[in-house]
């Protein structure tokens, strides 16, 4: 007669090599990722290959997901044991999708842009970042036609702004709001070397971008920690910041003798440490300051919405910072 372990055995379902296939390539993408993110983000890997394992990443969520199907299908028609790693492995291939589908998504919904600016008559120009763009990086061109219209109609929030402050008082909340971000500031109308970047107090300096051997440097990327808003208690002398249109913004021609200067730097994005360089503008007027913004990305052609979010955040908050305080210097 057989004993009880016989008989078990004798019914012991069969287990799916593609379900346990699935639940292995889900979870070995987990850490996949991790190297490629940190990887990128410390410098050891370079751009272009990190778009390269990004694909095959996806590759391998997708093969998992296929594989999980299968592992369903084995169980359904044959019985075969599949079920608990098959549903595990799709969970997490699911969860580590969802970012690349919302980024396809926004792929889709806006227009193939990586350079944004405030103004697209007189566009602010780059300067110090140039030292940093190789040929394999994106163009540094004025817009189109074209590339106007595309802006106007997916970013209408775009648009300088005009406070009715001095310069100086407007470029040291600029510079103030840039360090709270961690960008990496690059140069403000100053010689390279870890010069001053205002004589406004700020107590910020430029960063080289070159070194001895005269290549440029790889910048180190921004700590993110939480954008400390300065506060301002409102009072009488409260004014409402002038939004200004990238086209048509009429009244008089530039003066050539109007002071600008000009900000530099560096922001990348949270998660992958793609970088886009940022310039900021200022122009003196009689009554007040104009400000101006470009950002730009260094890869890729669609920026998926990035360097317009940039711009309106970084002015969302400079109003904010400079609400309630008076006129004058």
């Known amino acids: 007669m057989a004993t009880i372990d016989e008989r078990l055995a004798r019914v012991e379902r069969p287990r799916s090599d593609a379900g346990a296939w699935c639940k292995r390539l889900s979870f070995f993408a987990i850490p996949y990722f ?100 190789t040929q394999e990086m994106n163009a540094i061109v004025d817009p189109t036609d074209q590339i106007r ?19 100086a008082r407007v470029f040291k909340a600029v510079v103030e709001l840039i360090a709270e971000k961690d960008w990496t500031i690059l140069t403000t109308n100053t010689e390279q070397g870890n010069a001053p970047i205002d004589d406004e107090g700020s107590g910020l300096v430029a960063k080289p971008t070159a070194g001895a051997d005269g290549l440029p440097l790889r910048l180190t990327l921004p700590n993110y920690r939480p954008v400390q808003r300065i506060q301002v208690t409102p009072s009488t002398d409260t004014f409402e910041s002038q939004q200004i249109s990238p086209v048509g913004r009429g009244g008089e021609e530039p003066d050539e003798t109007q002071q600008e200067r000009y900000v530099e730097a560096v922001a990348s994005s949270f998660l992958f440490g793609f970088e886009s360089d940022v310039v900021v503008r200022l122009i003196e007027e009689e009554e007040g300051t104009l400000v101006d913004m470009r950002s730009s990305s260094r890869w890729g052609p669609h920026d998926l919405g990035a360097n317009a979010s940039i711009i309106i955040d970084f002015m969302s908050e400079l109003d904010t910072t400079l609400q309630g305080l008076g006129e004058g210097t």
């Not at 106007?152 to 648009?159: C, F, G, N, T």
Request: net charge negative; aromatic share 10%.
């Open 149 to 167: 219209d595309l802006q106007l109609r997916a970013y209408p929030k775009i648009s300088a702004r005009r406070y009715p402050l001095g310069e």
């Open 34 to 133: 991790a190297i490629v993110v940190l990887g990128h983000r410390t410098g050891n890997i370079e751009t272009i290959p990190v778009f390269w394992m990004l694909g095959v990443g996806v590759l391998i969520l997708v093969a998992a997901l296929a594989l999980g199907v299968r592992g369903f299908l084995d169980l359904w028609n044959s019985g075969h044991e599949a079920g608990l790693n098959a549903a595990q492995g799709m969970f997490v291939a699911v969860l580590l999708l969802l970012p690349f589908l919302y980024f396809g998504g926004k792929s889709l919904l806006l227009p193939p842009l990586y350079d944004i600016s405030t103004d697209l008559e007189d566009i602010p120009s780059f300067d110090t970042v140039l030292e940093l763009r």
